[in-house]
């Protein structure tokens, strides 16, 4: 019912952003597919577009997974940052932390982005799968992942709601 709901849920035309990404082992990727559809974006790789085509989007959704602490997309972030600071940002990261580990997030955020980057409103964590030896295992936190990707729909939504109303 949940992924019915923000698949069905198009964002309006006028709306221009992007998703940015990076994904090792899939589940990144699959997140990304979700929310671009769910938002009706484009998808791409931080290496295969320029600033340049950055520059007509309104906003961007960039999605990371974290291995060991770090950021895929850390280094992306810090050499972008002059101009990320002028786009509205969100960010996805889906890491094996728990949900419920607040301390343990705000880690990863305080090592990986630029200080005053991105709005802490505008980054969700999404659940990460372990990889045992090549075999990906299933994910027990279903609900908690559906949550966090319609919140993430729901806010850019929003805000593209009251940007157009000005």
């Given amino acids: 019912m949940v ?9 309006k035309q006028d709306m221009n952003g992007v998703l940015i990404y990076k994904s090792r082992y899939g589940t990144t ?11 009706d974006l ?5 290496d295969g577009v320029s600033q340049q085509e950055l520059a007509a989007y309104d906003f961007l959704v960039i999605g990371t997974p974290v291995y060991f602490d ?6 992306w972030l810090y050499q972008h940052k ?4 002028q786009k509205q940002v969100f960010l996805f990261v889906v890491c094996l932390a728990s949900p419920y580990e607040r301390a343990k997030q705000d880690q990863i955020i305080n090592n990986n982005v630029p200080e005053g980057l ?3 409103e505008h980054i969700f ?10 075999i990906i295992t299933p994910c ?4 908690i992942q559906e949550v966090n990707i319609v919140t993430l729909v729901i806010t850019i939504k929003k805000m593209v709601a009251e940007a157009t109303e000005l």
Avoid: C
């Fill in 3 to 11: 992924k019915q709901y923000y698949l069905n849920n198009k964002i």
């Fill in 29 to 39: 990727q699959q997140y990304t597919e979700w929310i671009g559809k769910a938002l």
């Fill in 42 to 46: 484009r998808l791409h790789d931080p």
């Fill in 70 to 75: 770090k950021m895929l997309m850390r280094d």
């Fill in 82 to 85: 002059a101009f990320l600071q």
């Fill in 118 to 120: 991105i709005d802490p």
């Fill in 125 to 134: 964590f999404l659940p990460g799968k372990p990889v045992i030896p090549s």
């Fill in 140 to 143: 027990k936190s279903d609900v």
